[in-house]
């Protein structure tokens, strides 16, 4: 086999850099290019690959064999951007696909390209859009009942410290009217966090260390837990400046984050929280320019959380604690949503849980 010359060289060092999976099959159905993206998303080393029939090593993925032969068969394009989902071992990847005839100069058909596109990151974002819309939708109604309810709760707690001052100081009652007072204590602050869920704040933006936030925050949570058998792990890239955001906002979010934690833990574990930035990530507000995204996980070694839970996490009023209002997740969503990032979970019971923030890594 001849060296490659520069050109060739070049070239295939583009098509290598290409974030899209890229597979060449030639007349006779082998393949005979196969870049980085593609072995990721068809789970296929290229050394496996090269030379060997396409249709034998995707056998089980039908609809990429049927794309690929009919385009070497008629020549046309053909894309399906909706319906193609890749299994590797228990992971689904949806992926958008094309295949478009490789032609000589001439014109002449000397193979097949397949395109590959891993929607993944794509369909998260779209899923959190929907979110948002009705967390919004939610927080509106949300909104006018919290002002309804917090008339009434006041006139109720005043009726209740009143009686409590004519009672005797002896009376049995005045324990029962304190737990009134109490009650309505605790109502009125599911109220004010629905309030906070659902009114729209202006963000106080500044350059903002997330390191700085983080670090007070686990140095916190390590005091409160002394006793316990709780280990906190930190993992910063020194590479990730200050980033534009609500300082007073992102410390209400992890401070959340980093005690929900906590508490799936319990007496004994380790809570790890880390920072990276991401290169599949990235965000181009209308105007703006390209910017990436810095990541930042929280993750502990508890139970873990059922895959049925999961999907209702950030809906309000849901949860899994006995004292807990089920809107903290909601209103850390809210928080992410307005500085345009997002917020994912991942978890497998038995093994624990990764929150991620992901937020725009704007200067």
Same mark, same amino acid.
């Not at 086999?1 to 050109?7: H, I, K, L, T």
């Not at 290598?16 to 890229?22: I, K, Y």
């Not at 009434?152 to 006139?155: C, Q, S, V």
């Not at 916190?220 to 837990?225: E, F, G, N, P, Y």
């Given at each position: 086999?001849?060296?490659?010359?520069?050109?060739e060289?070049f070239?295939?060092?583009?098509?290598?850099?290409?974030?899209? =999976?890229?597979?060449?099959?030639d007349?006779?159905?082998r393949?005979?290019l196969?870049?980085?993206?593609?072995?990721?998303i068809?789970a296929?080393?290229r050394?496996?690959?090269m030379?060997?029939p396409?249709?034998?090593?995707?056998?089980?993925?039908?609809?990429?064999?049927d794309?690929?032969?009919?385009t070497?068969?008629t020549?046309m394009?053909i894309?399906?951007?909706?319906?193609?989902?890749?299994?590797?071992?228990?992971?689904?990847?949806?992926?958008a696909?094309?295949?478009f005839p490789?032609l000589?100069?001439?014109?002449?058909p000397?193979?097949?390209?397949l395109?590959l596109?891993?929607?993944?990151n794509?369909?998260?974002l779209?899923?959190a859009?929907?979110?948002?819309?009705?967390l919004?939708?939610?927080? #509106?109604?949300?909104?006018?009942?919290?002002?309804?309810i917090?008339n009434?709760?006041?006139?109720i707690?005043?009726?209740?410290?009143?009686?409590e001052?004519?009672?005797?100081?002896e009376?049995?009652?005045?324990?029962?009217?304190?737990v009134?007072v109490r009650?309505?204590?605790?109502?009125?602050?599911?109220?004010?966090?629905?309030?906070?869920?659902?009114?729209?704040?202006?963000l106080?933006?500044?350059?903002?260390n997330l390191?700085?936030?983080?670090?007070?925050i686990?140095t916190?949570?390590?005091?409160?837990?002394e006793?316990?058998?709780?280990t906190f792990?930190?993992?910063?890239d020194p590479?990730?400046?200050?980033?534009l955001a609500?300082? =007073?906002?992102?410390?209400?979010?992890?401070?959340?984050l980093?005690?929900?934690?906590?508490?799936?833990?319990d007496?004994?574990?380790?809570?790890r929280?880390?920072?990276?930035?991401l290169?599949?990530?990235s965000?181009?507000?209308?105007?703006?320019?390209?910017?990436?995204?810095?990541?930042?996980d929280?993750?502990?070694?508890g139970p873990?959380?059922?895959?049925?839970?999961?999907?209702?996490?950030?809906?309000?009023?849901f949860?899994?604690?006995a004292?807990? #209002?089920?809107?903290g997740?909601?209103?850390?969503?809210?928080?992410?949503?307005e500085?345009?990032?997002?917020?994912?979970?991942?978890s497998?019971?038995?093994? =624990?849980?990764t929150?991620?923030?992901m937020?725009p890594?704007?200067?």
């Open positions: 086999m001849s060296p490659e010359s520069p050109n060289a070239l295939a060092t583009i098509i290598d850099s290409v974030g899209d =999976g890229v597979i060449v099959i007349l006779g159905g393949i005979t196969m870049n980085p993206a593609a072995e990721e068809i296929i080393s050394r496996q690959a030379g060997h396409f249709a034998a090593l995707l056998g089980s993925q039908e609809i990429l064999v794309m690929v032969a009919k070497a068969a020549g394009t894309s399906d951007n909706e319906n193609i989902v890749i299994r590797k071992a228990k992971q689904l990847t949806p992926v696909v094309t295949t490789l000589r100069q001439d014109g002449e000397i193979g097949t390209i395109m596109r891993d929607l993944t794509i369909r998260e779209e899923d859009v929907r979110h948002a819309d009705r919004s939708t939610l927080g #509106t109604l949300a909104a006018g009942l919290a002002h309804e917090k009434p709760l006041g006139g707690k005043g009726a209740a410290q009143l009686l001052m004519e009672l005797p100081p009376s049995e009652l005045r324990d029962n009217v304190r009134v009650e309505v204590d605790r109502v009125n602050r599911i109220v004010e966090e629905l309030l906070a869920l659902s009114s729209p704040r202006k106080q933006l500044t350059k903002v390191h700085k936030i983080l670090g007070d686990v916190l949570r390590k005091r409160a837990t006793g316990k058998s709780v792990q930190q993992q910063f590479s990730i400046p200050p980033i609500d300082e =007073g906002l992102l410390t209400q979010l992890f401070l959340n980093i005690k929900n934690a906590v508490e799936a833990v007496e004994r574990g380790t809570i929280v880390a920072s990276r930035v290169s599949d990530y965000m181009t507000p209308k105007g703006e320019r390209r910017s990436r995204m810095v990541a930042v929280v993750r502990d070694d873990g959380i059922p895959r049925e839970q999961l999907e209702q996490l950030f809906t309000p009023f949860t899994t604690k004292k807990g #209002t089920g809107l997740l909601a209103i850390c969503q809210k928080i992410v949503t500085h345009r990032g997002m917020l994912k979970v991942e497998d019971p038995g093994t =624990g849980t929150f991620t923030v937020l890594l704007i200067q």
